[in-house]
């Protein structure tokens, strides 16, 4: 186990390092001058002085490299030249939302999919099958932010109209509000993200419990007279879960690096809508640190991943 855990940390180490030389040269060599790019149309003599004095772009291409990956190690991101600040702290403030976000949303979906896989899967072609079949081809297809729209407008608009104020028109509480603020503000966009990646859930496990429930060793459980819920909770969806744990890693990976769409439309100022207010100001600082930390975000889920994977299926570690 500790052999395999170790594999997989140089392998995510390893993927770091990649995408640490595919950002310093997409951001630092590509360019013709850095300097002007990274302080912007609007960039002063002395902002472009200052930038290449702390950047060091006049040493070697390969000393600026190794001065990046050890600032981007010990946690230094730069500085944001609109605000002044350091990046880290951009993305500081902006994760909590992003996280709130993510992390809700993950326990609706997560419990809404699997749920809905198993009884699709222990009932094939029956009614309620196919009734979850279609709501899952039906919000798998819908585009985000036209849900996210629907549910503002027949949640917060029309309810607003008819004199029940209960769902916010957008924007985020903190939990040092209060937790009925934080609550009430990201159900909506909990709601919007859960049923578009519930649908996938859905499929993925209908799809494996079917595979697992055709094995001899579900039969051999059954004809010795084991309980049918034993025989699907302990035996079935034990063994049917690790495509699930997979997909979920990745997917909360990607949405703690962002959750472009839906913090747009909710105006969530998290990750995602930093981002996309640093590229139409073409803060490059801000987006190389999101980019790293949205990259980070994902391999270490993947990390997770493979250490659930393992403990779900021993044979995993002896490969």
Do not use: C
Request: no cysteine; glycine share 10%; proline share 5%.
């Amino acid at each position: 186990m500790v052999k395999f855990l170790v594999r997989r940390i140089g392998h995510g180490i390893l993927v770091m390092w990649l995408i640490s030389v595919a950002v310093f040269a997409l951001f630092f060599v590509a360019p013709s001058n850095v300097a002007q790019t990274l302080a912007g149309r609007q960039g002063t003599p002395e902002t472009i002085a200052l930038i290449k004095q702390r950047l060091g772009l006049d040493l070697p291409v390969w000393k600026q490299y190794l001065n990046f990956l050890g600032n981007a190690v010990q946690g230094n991101l730069g500085y944001d030249y609109y605000h002044q600040v350091p990046v880290t702290t951009i993305i500081g403030q902006a994760l909590p939302i992003t996280v709130s976000l993510a992390l809700g949303a993950a326990v609706l979906w997560l419990l809404l999919g699997v749920f809905n896989g198993v009884i699709s899967a222990t009932h094939p072609r029956s009614l309620a099958d196919r009734g979850l079949t279609l709501f899952s081809l039906f919000f798998y297809s819908f585009p985000s932010f036209l849900l996210g729209l629907l549910l503002l407008y027949f949640l917060y608009f029309r309810l607003t109209l008819a004199g029940f104020s209960w769902f916010p028109a957008g924007g985020y509480s903190p939990l040092t509000g209060g937790i009925g603020p934080w609550f009430q503000h990201l159900l909506l966009p909990w709601v919007a993200l859960a049923l578009l990646l519930a649908a996938t859930y859905t499929r993925l496990t209908r799809g494996s419990m079917l595979d697992v429930l055709g094995e001899d060793y579900i039969r051999t459980a059954r004809s010795k007279g084991i309980r049918e819920r034993r025989v699907i909770v302990r035996h079935g969806l034990r063994s049917a879960l690790t495509p699930v744990v997979t997909q979920f890693g990745i997917d909360l990976g990607q949405l703690i690096g962002g959750v472009v769409v839906i913090e747009t439309v909710f105006s969530l100022p998290g990750l995602g809508q930093t981002a996309v207010t640093a590229i139409n100001q073409q803060d490059l600082p801000v987006i190389i640190g999101i980019v790293l930390f949205a990259s980070a975000a994902v391999v270490v889920a993947n990390i997770l991943v493979d250490i659930a994977y393992a403990v779900l299926d021993p044979r995993v570690r002896l490969h």
